[in-house]
C-alpha cells in the first residue's frame, strides 16, 4: 500500500477524526487499535518528540495472563490473552520515562511502563512469562 493509499484509508481517518486517543478502542482488535493510535500519534504535530514502539506480548503456549483488563470482568482476576498489542511511548529527552497505551486495560492511560509491567505481568510460572516483540 503507497502513502496515499494510506492516508486516504477508513482506518486513517478514524483515527484522525476519533475524539480521543480512547475512544479508538474497539474490543478484540488490538492491533487495529495500536495501528489507528500509532498513526494517530504519528501526526501530530510534536511527533518528532517522541519515539513509538508498537509491541505485541505473547509466549510460546500463545496463553499470557494478564491483569487489569477490560475483558475480564473482575481487573484483580487475569484474562488469556493469545497475543495482546500495545504502544509505548516515549520522549527523546534525556531521562524521561517510557509510558504504555494499552487500549484493553482499566488502568489510567497513558501509564508509566515500570508500574504497567508490574501491575499487569503477575504469573510466576514460567511457561507464561509474556515475550515481547
Not at 486516504?8 to 486517543?21: E, I, N
Request: hydrophobic residues 35%; aromatic residues 14%.
Amino acid at each position: 500500500m503507497d502513502e496515499a493509499s494510506i492516508h486516504s484509508s477508513l482506518a486513517a481517518k478514524t483515527a484522525l477524526s476519533s475524539p480521543s486517543d480512547q475512544s479508538l478502542r474497539v474490543p478484540c482488535y488490538c492491533e487495529e487499535n495500536v495501528w489507528r493510535l500509532a498513526y494517530r500519534k504519528l501526526q501530530r504535530t510534536d511527533a518528532n518528540s517522541n519515539e513509538y514502539f508498537v509491541v505485541f506480548i505473547t509466549n510460546p503456549l500463545k496463553c499470557v495472563p494478564m491483569l487489569h483488563q477490560l475483558a475480564a470482568r473482575d481487573p484483580t482476576k487475569p484474562i488469556y490473552w493469545d497475543y495482546h498489542v500495545i504502544l509505548i511511548e516515549k520522549s527523546k529527552e534525556e531521562g524521561s520515562k517510557a509510558y504504555i497505551f494499552d487500549l484493553d486495560s482499566y488502568l489510567p492511560f497513558p501509564f508509566a511502563l515500570d508500574q504497567y509491567l508490574n501491575l499487569v505481568f503477575s504469573s510466576d510460572i514460567e511457561q507464561y512469562q509474556p515475550y515481547f516483540r
